[in-house]
């Protein structure tokens, strides 16, 4: 993974303890306009009573991911609505989601995520809105 200070401020944030996503083993590994990178360290925490990878932790990446897309312009933004396509049963060490847009608004964004265990195989597909807000002050 590349050092904080080399991924977008961003990330810097939500790679932090404390936060949500890095308590439940969520790291944002690349933001850059248009894209953004994201894994989900799968550990016990992470499993649903079948022994897969339990989709509020699938939803958590993915909204992480999206997010972080979205603000990749500069703006702080919210979760407005999402939605999201469980393909097949995650599971491994290691999910990764990548999240590009499919529309950046001045109110809200649409952003396309898909989700994808260590074996390369697509496992769920989804798409968030967020709703944009001012710029991070610098």
């Known amino acids: 993974m590349e050092p ?7 990330a ?3 790679n932090q303890p404390h936060q949500f996503s890095y308590e439940n083993g969520i790291y944002v590994t690349k933001v850059e306009p248009g894209r953004a990178e994201g894994v989900l360290e799968v550990g016990p925490d992470s499993i649903n009573p079948h022994g897969m990878v339990h989709g509020g932790a699938l939803a958590t990446l993915a909204d992480t991911v999206g997010g972080s897309c979205a603000c990749a312009t ?4 919210v979760t407005a609505g999402s939605s999201m396509e469980f393909l097949r049963p ?6 990764t989601c990548i999240a590009t847009p499919k529309k950046e608004g001045r109110t ?3 952003i396309q995520v898909e989700l994808y265990n260590d074996q390369g195989k697509l496992v769920v597909t989804g798409t968030f809105t967020f709703f944009m807000m001012e710029k991070v002050p610098k």
């Not at 995650?90 to 999910?95: L, Y």
């Open 74 to 77: 500069g703006r702080r933004c």
């Open 90 to 95: 995650a599971s491994g060490k290691r999910i």
């Open 108 to 110: 809200l964004s649409v």
């Open 4 to 10: 904080l200070e080399k991924i977008e401020p961003i």
């Open 12 to 14: 810097s944030v939500v």
